[in-house]
């Protein structure tokens, strides 16, 4: 009856089937681990902004690495800029998360001659990307910053490629150990993405504090991954019975043909003897006398 699971063809439609449900169920899992992921970020952001604000040097330290769950603490602190080191972040997005830009990157000179950097806001990239863009000037003189500790970005984190030979002063990625071989002064681990004061004029626009509310479509997307799964023996199942059905009727069909044969058969030959019956009787029948 169910010997045609036995064809080529049911037996890679049945082994494709055995891959695509733990491939699926992992796929859920995975979405899952995100989701999860996600949440876990947007309770550290929320608790890091909500944190007090501490000195700089409580968080990070020269040739540190920012552990993570200091991450997006907000911190002060008091210094000089030193402009002449000053650098731009290539291919950044503005607040809208649709103008490409520039990054504006000044380090801030502390009293005892560290150097943290400071990323002052966003700005328009211009017309020509081959040039230094005109920055907006940073405050002189002693200056109080207060802003967002974050950690040194890296392709592996940031997925964002280090590329080399770029105009004068422009860098992709923020990373206190690559500026402070290039300013030749210690620096503080990670950097300060500026939330005060505001800049007069509006710019460098400030970098907006990060999403913390979203959780994403993740979890919608595990379920989604898990019910393919269930619906893959399902769909097996029924068509095992589609298949079932459709050969038994066939085979129905091709046993009606063979005894409608036979009974027109028989009834052909009823029909002949009968005509020979009827043949014989009038032979026998003697013709009339003529008068």
């Not at 004061?197 to 626009?205: A, I, Y």
């Not at 050969?247 to 002949?272: F, I, L, M, N, V």
Request: net charge neutral; hydrophobic share 40%.
């Amino acid at each position: 009856m169910y010997r045609f699971l036995l064809s080529r063809q049911w037996v890679i439609v049945t082994l494709v089937g055995l891959v695509l449900i733990p491939v699926m169920i992992k796929l859920g899992y995975w979405q899952l681990h995100r989701h999860e992921h996600k949440v876990a970020q947007n309770q550290l952001i929320a608790s890091s902004l909500a944190a007090r604000p501490v000195p700089v040097t409580e968080l990070t330290a020269v040739g540190r690495e920012l552990p993570r769950h200091d991450m997006w603490r907000t911190v002060t602190a008091t210094g000089t800029y030193d402009t002449a080191h000053e650098v731009v972040v290539r291919q950044r997005t503005a607040a809208d998360e649709q103008s490409i830009g520039y990054y504006v990157l000044t380090p801030l000179v502390l009293g005892n001659g560290d150097a943290v950097l400071v990323n002052r806001g966003w700005i328009s990239a211009g017309n020509d990307l081959t040039k230094f863009p005109d920055v907006p000037a940073a405050p002189k003189g002693k200056v109080t910053v207060t802003g967002r500790m974050m950690a040194d970005e890296t392709t592996a984190v940031s997925g964002i490629k280090d590329t080399r030979g770029l105009p004068a002063r422009q860098i992709m990625l923020i990373n206190s150990k690559e500026q402070a071989k290039r300013v030749g002064r210690p620096m503080l681990g990670g950097y300060i993405e500026q939330t005060a004061p505001k800049q007069s004029g509006g710019t460098p626009e400030l970098v907006p504090e990060p999403d913390h509310d979203s959780i994403g479509p993740h979890m919608a997307y595990a379920i989604q991954w898990w019910l393919f799964a269930a619906a893959v023996p399902v769909g097996w199942v029924v068509l095992v019975r589609r298949e079932r059905r459709d050969r038994a009727a066939a085979a129905a069909k091709e046993a009606e043909g063979p005894q409608e044969d036979a009974q027109a058969g028989g009834q052909t030959a009823d029909s002949a003897g009968s005509g020979e019956t009827e043949a014989a009787g009038d032979a026998a029948t003697p013709a009339p006398a003529n008068p």
